[in-house]
């Protein structure tokens, strides 16, 4: 069987090579509680956009923040409580929710464990997750160190 891989050029001219990626292939960030695996980053979606798969345990999930880039989630395994522009919602396998760049939001996982995929605009969240990683691991060192990384990065933690 003969393949045929094509490069493509976004408007700015920088190309975008395939992206193969195997189970488990793909570099794994620690997150606070959640591990967070990079199946597409910036630098090979010309910044356009990024997609990660997150995997965490009951009770971890960010506290009410908000970013200028769009994050949707796609649920693959357990349970999940969304809050949205203040608005509550469950989500479960098969579930998509999309929370608008500039927009409140957070969740909570409810079950014993969950894990869903992440697609962001821009390269704002791989450049967090990565910060996060490289500077506070887990357990982290106090809030504050978070707070000084979430802000440093472009995030807004609400009241």
């Known amino acids: 069987m003969l393949r045929t891989l094509v490069t493509l050029t976004l408007e700015n001219h920088m190309p975008i090579s395939p992206i193969i990626l195997l189970k488990g292939e793909g570099h794994s960030l620690q997150v606070l509680a959640d591990r967070i695996r990079i199946l597409a980053g910036a630098e090979q979606t010309a910044s356009k956009y990024e997609v990660f798969e997150l995997s965490g ?18 649920m693959l395994e357990g349970e999940v409580e969304v809050v949205i522009a203040g608005q509550s919602h469950r989500a479960t396998a098969g579930n998509f929710f999309l929370a608008p760049g500039d927009t409140v939001h957070c969740f909570r996982i409810v ?20 910060a996060m990683d490289r500077e506070i691991g887990f357990p982290p060192p106090s809030f504050d160190n978070v707070c000084s990384v979430a802000i440093r990065q472009g995030l807004t933690l609400a009241a």
């Open 57 to 74: 345990l009951e009770g971890s999930g960010p506290p009410p923040h908000s970013h200028p880039w769009d994050e949707a989630y796609f």
């Open 111 to 130: 079950g014993e464990s969950a894990r869903f995929l992440v697609f962001t605009s821009g390269a704002g969240a791989g450049n967090f997750f990565r």
